[in-house]
């Protein structure tokens, strides 16, 4: 079903979290294909395969680079990063993403996330968790809570995309799609924000995280 590759490089200072991770995307996912698995930030980039399309990133690496150092590293080299860590503390999550991260998991999810979000990060999308979405959308004054398919809608129109092809991309009518638009735009309204233009919205998107500069 999947015709694209994904060439997959993993950066985790355990080793049998390493193999394990390994045998299990290979087994799970025939679009993903693992060409590098390190345990150390270097080893990541002087490695023949870099760069590639994803990088899984532990973010508890024990070697005093920031995070944000090595996600905008990677941006640069046009690789998306999505990150593991152990932590689901907001700040951090948020943090990451707000560096360009595509992507935040929690080690205790369920494996299946990861492919989700390996390949989320690949069409250039946000993925969080459904326990991190959670914990981001309980704090104050945030953007509204948008349903996971709101959230598409929104990420595909925000990056230009017409209403046309955000219903044929994701197999919905071009009335659902734009009842979607409206109720987003609602939400939002209800939440303080105005994002009656394109324009607006797309801004929106960018500082929500939802689609990514």
């Known amino acids: 079903m999947h015709t694209d590759n994904i060439r997959l490089a993993i950066v985790d200072d355990h080793k049998m979290l390493l193999g394990a991770l390994t ?5 799970a996912a025939d679009d993903i294909s693992m060409v590098a698995a390190v ?3 270097p080893e990541l980039l002087t490695h023949p395969e870099f760069p590639v399309d994803v990088v899984l990133l532990d973010l508890d690496l024990k070697d005093n680079i920031p995070v944000v150092l090595k996600i905008s590293t990677l941006k ?35 494996a299946s996330m990861i492919v989700q979000a390996i390949r989320a990060a690949y069409r250039g999308q946000m993925f969080v968790s459904d326990e991190l979405d ?5 704090e104050p004054n945030e953007a509204p809570k948008l349903s996971a ?20 991309e994701l197999s919905i009518s071009e009335e659902t799609a ?3 638009l409206k109720r987003i735009r609602e939400k939002y309204r209800s939440s303080g924000f105005d994002v009656g233009t394109k324009v607006a919205l797309r801004k929106r998107a960018i500082l929500d995280g939802i689609i990514i500069e």
Not at 23 to 27: D, H, L, V
Not at 82 to 108: N, W
Not at 134 to 138: D, E, G, I, P, S
Not at 149 to 168: C, D, H, I, N, T
Request: charged share 25%; proline share 3%; aromatic share 12%.
């Open 23 to 27: 045998e299990w995307i290979r087994s």
């Open 39 to 41: 345990a150390t930030w």
């Open 76 to 110: 640069t080299t046009g690789v998306k990063t999505v990150l593991m860590s152990t932590y689901s503390d907001p700040k951090f999550v948020r943090e990451a993403l707000a560096a360009g991260a595509h992507g935040y998991l929690v080690k205790s999810e369920d």
């Open 134 to 138: 959670v914990a981001l959308n309980n």
């Open 149 to 168: 398919q709101e959230r598409r809608v929104m990420a595909l129109y925000a990056a230009g995309e017409p209403v046309k092809s955000v219903a044929y």
């Open 178 to 180: 734009k009842s979607y």
